[in-house]
């Protein structure tokens, strides 16, 4: 593996590690290893959230202390030889995730960037990898925050405040495309929201789909808008028109102008 900047690469037998530099000093080489083998054995103490026949999702202290570091750790499982010879060829699912965090950070869009990830080896291929990211804290799914009208975060914005949460959503979906971050699953529950400062951030979220590519095209621009705009009625046709004036007063398709290519996108959201 090359080396990445801010982070220690370690390879032990069975296990390979990345670590953000300035937590390497938490543990010992023994105790890393250790650590990382009582996630994947769940012998550690965490607090599941999510789980199915292939992923984990559990929170836990870094370090297992009740002053720690709050984290949000992402467990995969490699089923079947299909899996296994894909993660031989392309890379565990966790370590995908942890690439495109880190190119995400470094083109300034607000996200969780990587603590650390690790795979378990056996016979050299891996078979079960993790991801261990910084827990938002305080923040609500934008899913929730457009579709559940009692949502806390909704309830306590101004009506300003929301307007101004839709056209920056606008503008931060712009600078995502104009970035290269192609996320095939774009939707609503793909960004977390929180109060900062006086005023709110919007964090790009879960990577498993997410590719970096050289440029996104307008069809596929098109395309991706088309799966965020079928959320639920609940999003009212004013913030989606105001989502899109932001949108297109920042993206690369700015030539085109906004009611025609609301129609446009209309149609491409009733076609898929």
Known sequence: MRPIKGYIYNNYPGLRLVVR??????????????????????????????????KEIFTLRLPPQEQGMSCLVKKYKSRGLAKI?????RG??????????????????????????????KWGCVYES?????????????????????NTCRRACSSAERRHIVYSFGRLTAKIFQSG????????????????????????????????????????????????????????????????????ETAAVSHKKLSPYARELQNATLAM
Not at 21 to 49: G, I, M, N, P
Not at 93 to 113: K, L, W, Y
Not at 191 to 207: K, N, Q, V
Not at 231 to 242: F, H, N, Q, T, Y
Request: hydrophobic share 40%.
């Open 21 to 54: 530099d300035d937590l390497v000093s938490l543990y010992s080489d023994r105790e890393w290893q250790d650590f990382c083998r009582s996630l994947f054995e769940k012998t550690a103490t965490v607090h599941l959230r999510k789980q199915t026949s292939a």
């Open 85 to 89: 010879t894909k993660n031989f060829f």
């Open 92 to 121: 565990s699912r966790a370590f995908h995730e942890f690439n495109s965090a880190r190119a995400i950070d470094e083109r300034g869009i607000p996200t969780a960037v990587p603590l650390l990830a690790a795979e378990r080896m």
């Open 130 to 150: 993790l991801l261990v990211l910084p827990f938002i804290s305080a923040a609500c799914e934008l899913k929730d925050f457009f579709l559940d009208p009692q």
């Open 181 to 248: 971050i192609y996320q095939n699953d774009y939707s609503l529950n793909n960004f977390l929201i929180r109060a900062e400062e006086g005023s709110h951030t919007i964090y790009f979220i879960d990577f498993e789909r997410a590719a970096i590519k050289k440029q996104i095209t307008e069809l596929e621009q098109t395309e991706l808008l088309a799966k965020l705009n079928r959320a639920g009625p609940e999003v009212s046709i004013k913030d989606r028109l105001r989502f899109l004036r932001a949108y297109l």
